[in-house]
């Protein structure tokens, strides 16, 4: 073998191990570098004891309800629901039906006192115009 | 040997490939002019306005090619370096050098325009989640890259401790482009890819290609004429480059 042969053999090789080693710490951290939970993995008790989380879901249709300073809604996956109370501003994509991610602490009683909530964007862009369509059509089927 | 094949190793010495870079360069500038005023005048008269997001989605027609951009640069850059380490070619080693500030730029616009568009529509400035640390880690290890060359003498020894760092980087790439999809993100998924059709309107879509582009021959046309800076520097000592300048 060349030595130029080696230093290729040994490249792609260093490389194939790295890669191997990367692939399997990052499985081993799976669900830690979920930015969050869903409702489902809330309700089946996986969650951090005593520390603040995050839980990501839609916003449950007509379930947005104003008391003073403080939303109360509903985060949901569409199989478990979970009550949520946040007092602050909420950003403008947020909207019962869209996604969100809520930061805070499950209390007793099973509601969700949020600290920070986010809405989630999804990856359609069209005009309104398109917009419209789509909810028409939706609506007619 | 057949012919082809020789005249291709000609371009790998950096005496032949300094004129041929430097007649390239005013192209792709002339090529950057154009596919920028096209793409502008796209994203900001001709583009619709978004349904839900309004004029500010209108920032994805920077942050989505630089963030393209920020990937495949270090593609490339380690692809070089990589070439560089295993042939021991010189231009190689120069290449990977050139494109690294391009790169780190281009990471850097990304997290940038990210973080502005991030405040208004979620809500949030930055949040830890796998597409942004990623990124961000990106960003870090082209600044590393460039340290690291800068931190020793000998450009030969230089060349090889970045190729190793760059190579090992490349790890970082796949994990950037499908962090969205293994694991559960603020950012959203790709709305473009080869795999399924583009979930955005026609228009956009075309602003955002033709970005694309814009940044593309900007990126080789900066390219170019910083590996033209760095053979002069390092082939400084050579009869050819003494003949150059002095013209």
């Not at chain 2, 951009?69 to 190689?92: D, Q, V």
């Not at chain 2, 494109?99 to 780190?104: E, H, K, S, V």
């Not at chain 2, 190579?167 to 473009?192: C, D, E, M, R």
Request: aromatic share 12%; net charge positive; glycine share 8%.
């Amino acid at each position: 073998m060349k030595p130029r042969h080696k230093r290729i053999v040994l490249i792609v090789g260093g490389l194939v191990a790295f890669g191997a080693a990367a692939a399997f710490v990052l499985n081993a951290l799976d669900s830690n570098i979920a930015l969050y939970v869903t409702p489902t993995e809330v309700a089946a008790g996986k969650i951090p004891q005593g520390k603040a989380f995050r839980i990501g879901g839609l916003v449950k249709e007509d379930s947005i309800r104003r008391d003073n300073l403080t939303v109360h809604f509903v985060m949901t996956d569409t199989a478990k629901d979970i009550p949520v109370a946040y007092t602050g501003i909420l950003p403008d994509l947020f909207k019962a039906g869209k996604g969100a991610v809520v930061q805070g602490r499950l209390g007793a009683d099973g509601t969700f006192t949020a600290t920070e909530v986010l809405a989630k964007h999804d990856e359609n862009y069209m005009p309104p115009e398109a917009k419209y369509a789509v909810d028409q059509a939706q609506k007619n089927k | 040997m057949n012919n082809r094949l020789i005249n291709w190793f000609r371009y790998a010495s950096p005496q032949s490939f300094y004129p041929l870079a430097g007649r390239m360069i005013p192209w792709f500038w002339a090529f950057t002019a154009v596919f920028g005023l096209i793409g502008l005048w796209i994203s900001f008269f001709a583009a619709p306005t978004d349904a839900t997001q309004g004029e500010g989605y209108r920032i994805i027609f920077v942050h989505v090619p630089t963030s393209w951009m920020s990937m495949f640069i270090y593609l490339i850059m380690a692809f070089w370096a990589g070439l560089g380490l295993a042939l021991n070619a010189r231009l190689s080693g120069m290449m990977a050098q050139a494109l690294a500030p391009t790169g780190a730029l281009m990471a850097f616009l990304s997290l940038l325009t990210g973080a502005l568009w991030g405040k208004p529509m979620w809500g949030a400035w930055w949040v830890w989640d796998a597409r942004l640390t990623s990124e961000l880690i990106l960003f870090f290890l082209y600044i590393g890259f460039i340290a690291l060359q800068a931190a020793i003498d000998d450009p030969r020894r230089a060349d090889k401790a970045g190729a190793i760092l760059a190579l090992v980087g490349v790890v970082n790439i796949p994990i950037i482009y499908f962090s969205v999809k293994w694991w559960n993100t603020l950012h959203q998924g790709a709305s473009v890819s080869l795999t399924k059709a583009p979930a955005m309107a026609q228009t956009m879509l075309w602003g955002m290609l033709i970005m694309a582009l814009f940044f593309w021959m900007y990126t080789i046309a900066v390219a170019l004429t910083r590996v033209r800076a760095i053979i002069l520097e390092r082939e400084s000592h050579t009869e050819w480059v003494k003949e150059e300048v002095r013209l």
